[in-house]
């Protein structure tokens, strides 16, 4: 999981904190495979599931890291509805192209800041993301094995402009914050 930042260009010229994703964070996700095959070498596919992940977002001032990295965490319900389009079977194996788009609801999304922990930035709940990727069919002698690699990336801003009291500083270094999503993903049918 990722995030594309656009920083704040007033915010830079005043207080010069840049903000940047400074690692990148595995996840999980678990996916109900639902298929319709309406063509030869189409199917349409709704994959509903959950997903759980981490981001951390790292302050710069003056290209020295800046107090503490904010670690977001997301609990993601998502409805994915993908096009599949297929290509002719080689043995066993059948390559493949993926397309389509994915609403995601963050049940980790807080309402209000939490005074325990140091997180000064919150998400919006939900987001529309468009996905692309490719992958290989296996068909195997009891299932078939699909490997597949996708973008995902969100469609709109889904940082919460109110700031923390006293910590308007880490909100105002954001232009724009859209999610970002690489998933490598196995799934057995």
């Known amino acids: ?26 996840g999980i996700n678990i996916q109900i495979v639902t298929n319709l095959r309406p063509a030869k070498y189409f199917d349409i596919r709704f994959l509903p599931g959950v997903s759980f992940g981490q981001r951390n977002v790292r302050y710069y001032k003056d290209q020295i890291p800046y107090d503490e990295r904010q670690r977001i965490e997301s609990s993601f319900l998502e409805f994915p509805l993908l096009l599949k389009f297929k290509g002719d ?3 066993n194996v059948r390559p493949y192209l993926i397309g389509g788009i994915n ?3 963050d ?6 800041y939490d005074d325990e ?9 939900s987001d529309l993301y468009y996905e692309f990727g490719s992958g290989l069919d296996f068909y195997l002698p ?3 094995l699909s490997v597949e690699v ?11 402009r109110e700031p923390a009291p006293g910590y308007q500083q880490y ?15 196995f799934h057995f049918e």
């Open 1 to 26: 999981m990722d995030f594309d930042i656009t920083p704040s260009q007033t915010h830079l010229q005043t207080d010069s904190l840049y903000p940047e994703v400074s690692r990148l964070n595995p």
């Open 89 to 91: 079977r080689l043995n």
């Open 103 to 105: 609403y995601r609801y």
């Open 107 to 112: 049940l980790a999304g807080k309402k209000e």
């Open 117 to 125: 922990k140091p997180v000064y930035l919150r998400l919006k709940r």
């Open 142 to 144: 009891y299932f078939k």
């Open 150 to 160: 996708k973008l995902s990336t969100g469609l709109r801003d889904v940082l919460v």
């Open 171 to 185: 909100v105002n270094a954001i232009e724009k914050m859209r999610s970002r999503i690489w998933i490598l993903a």
